[in-house]
């Protein structure tokens, strides 16, 4: 019995322990268990992170590879992700020399237009990452890119003291005249004044000065069209220039060189403008004429189009200015063909030039064209 019951004791003793050790080992199992659910877990996020990472870095490849072509060929949607805009409002900017604008941000995009020297852009906010290309907007409403060194500060709206001195600061209508909320015919009126009306000049001009900005005795303000006031002011150089010539005066035209120079008895040039004869199938025509007549403008609404300050030399041929659309603004498209034979057959000239001859010219002067 001893025996038997030493046995049974330790068989107890030896269950008891298992129990023991086995409630001891289950909250161990129980942790590994947890341990390999959370590595399982985590391997299979870091998995699914790495096939979208790789989904994505080849929809990126396909992007850039279907972009992926010559620069001349691409589109503004090829480079707009690339540009950065600038923050405040659009500004405006003069061109500092003839510029080519173009349909993106380099010189191997193509060109759309080229624009004359001094000619007003309105800067959009855009450039390249760089800030050496900008994007510009024409006021006719083309859109295009240009190499912002050739941009400088637009002086025309913010300087209201550019009055040169010596120049009047008042001016007289020289016929009823419509004064405007803007230099452009395309503008509201704002008042009409009769003929002789002293007004005085803001200083404000646009960027080729044909429409200045004025103000009556009423207190009213507006834009009218320059060549139809009348300034206190003299033009003291071509009054020195005159002065010292020899008259009578001539004016010779080349048509290979296309310049007018303009000579006095002796033969001496006192004047040489850069001219536009006329282009082919409109040719000027070439001999000795006379001058006869002078206005400070016309319109042809047949051609859509007129200029300020016109002399005749023969029947309908003119000098006078680069000619301007129906809002009366100068055509800068036409400006920049200046040097080249561009018109329908008159000579045009700058409308500084064409005022020259307009001013100085009495009719009766000789005109020679060959």
């Given at each position: 019995?001893?025996?038997?019951?030493?046995?049974?004791?330790?068989?107890?003793?030896?269950?008891?322990?298992?129990?023991?050790?086995?409630?001891?080992?289950i909250p161990r199992v129980l942790a590994a268990m947890a341990c390999?659910?959370?590595?399982?877990?985590?391997?299979?996020?870091?998995?699914?992170?790495?096939?979208?990472?790789?989904n994505r870095s080849q929809a990126s490849d396909n992007e850039i590879s279907s972009q992926d072509i010559h620069p001349t060929l691409l589109t503004?949607?090829?480079?707009?992700?690339?540009?950065?805009?600038?923050?405040?409002?659009?500004?405006?900017?003069?061109?500092?020399?003839?510029?080519?604008?173009?349909?993106?941000?380099?010189?191997?995009?193509?060109?759309?237009?080229?624009?004359?020297?001094?000619?007003?852009?309105?800067?959009?906010?855009?450039?390249?990452?760089?800030?050496?290309?900008?994007?510009?907007k024409m006021f006719e409403g083309k859109v295009g890119w240009c190499c912002r060194q050739y941009l400088s500060a637009d002086a025309s709206e913010s300087d209201e003291t550019a009055i040169p001195e010596g120049v009047s600061s008042a001016a007289v209508a020289i016929s009823k005249l419509n004064l405007r909320s803007g230099p452009s015919t395309k503008y509201a009126i704002v008042c009409t004044v009769p003929s002789h009306t002293r007004l005085t000049l803001t200083g404000k001009s646009n960027t080729d000065g044909t429409w200045v900005q004025v103000e009556a005795l009423n207190g009213k303000s507006g834009w009218c069209c320059q060549p139809y006031l009348q300034s206190d002011a003299l033009d003291t150089a071509a009054t020195n220039e005159l002065t010292q010539a020899a008259y009578p005066l001539s004016i010779k035209v080349s048509l290979d060189d296309q310049k007018v120079t303009v000579l006095d008895a002796k033969g001496l040039a006192i004047k040489t403008f850069t001219c536009s004869s006329g282009q082919a199938g409109s040719e000027t025509p070439t001999g000795t004429f006379s001058v006869l007549g002078r206005g400070i403008s016309f319109y042809n609404s047949g051609l859509g189009e007129g200029a300020y300050y016109w002399t005749r030399f023969y029947g309908d041929y003119l000098f006078h200015s680069i000619p301007f659309d129906q809002h009366y603004e100068i055509e800068q498209n036409e400006a920049v063909k200046l040097g080249t034979p561009a018109s329908h057959g008159c000579i045009r000239l700058s409308i500084d030039d064409a005022k020259w001859i307009y001013d100085h010219i009495s009719d009766g002067t000789k005109v020679v064209i060959q």
């Amino acid at each position: 019995m001893k025996n038997t019951d030493y046995i049974e004791h330790e068989n107890f003793r030896t269950i008891q322990h298992t129990k023991r050790r086995r409630a001891r080992r289950i909250p161990r199992v129980l942790a590994a268990m947890a341990c390999i659910l959370l590595l399982a877990l985590l391997c299979g996020m870091h998995a699914a992170a790495q096939d979208t990472y790789k989904n994505r870095s080849q929809a990126s490849d396909n992007e850039i590879s279907s972009q992926d072509i010559h620069p001349t060929l691409l589109t503004e949607s090829s480079w707009s992700n690339k540009m950065t805009t600038s923050t405040g409002d659009l500004s405006e900017a003069v061109t500092t020399d003839k510029l080519n604008i173009r349909s993106g941000p380099g010189t191997q995009y193509r060109v759309i237009c080229t624009v004359p020297c001094n000619t007003k852009l309105i800067l959009t906010g855009k450039s390249n990452t760089g800030g050496t290309w900008v994007q510009v907007k024409m006021f006719e409403g083309k859109v295009g890119w240009c190499c912002r060194q050739y941009l400088s500060a637009d002086a025309s709206e913010s300087d209201e003291t550019a009055i040169p001195e010596g120049v009047s600061s008042a001016a007289v209508a020289i016929s009823k005249l419509n004064l405007r909320s803007g230099p452009s015919t395309k503008y509201a009126i704002v008042c009409t004044v009769p003929s002789h009306t002293r007004l005085t000049l803001t200083g404000k001009s646009n960027t080729d000065g044909t429409w200045v900005q004025v103000e009556a005795l009423n207190g009213k303000s507006g834009w009218c069209c320059q060549p139809y006031l009348q300034s206190d002011a003299l033009d003291t150089a071509a009054t020195n220039e005159l002065t010292q010539a020899a008259y009578p005066l001539s004016i010779k035209v080349s048509l290979d060189d296309q310049k007018v120079t303009v000579l006095d008895a002796k033969g001496l040039a006192i004047k040489t403008f850069t001219c536009s004869s006329g282009q082919a199938g409109s040719e000027t025509p070439t001999g000795t004429f006379s001058v006869l007549g002078r206005g400070i403008s016309f319109y042809n609404s047949g051609l859509g189009e007129g200029a300020y300050y016109w002399t005749r030399f023969y029947g309908d041929y003119l000098f006078h200015s680069i000619p301007f659309d129906q809002h009366y603004e100068i055509e800068q498209n036409e400006a920049v063909k200046l040097g080249t034979p561009a018109s329908h057959g008159c000579i045009r000239l700058s409308i500084d030039d064409a005022k020259w001859i307009y001013d100085h010219i009495s009719d009766g002067t000789k005109v020679v064209i060959q």
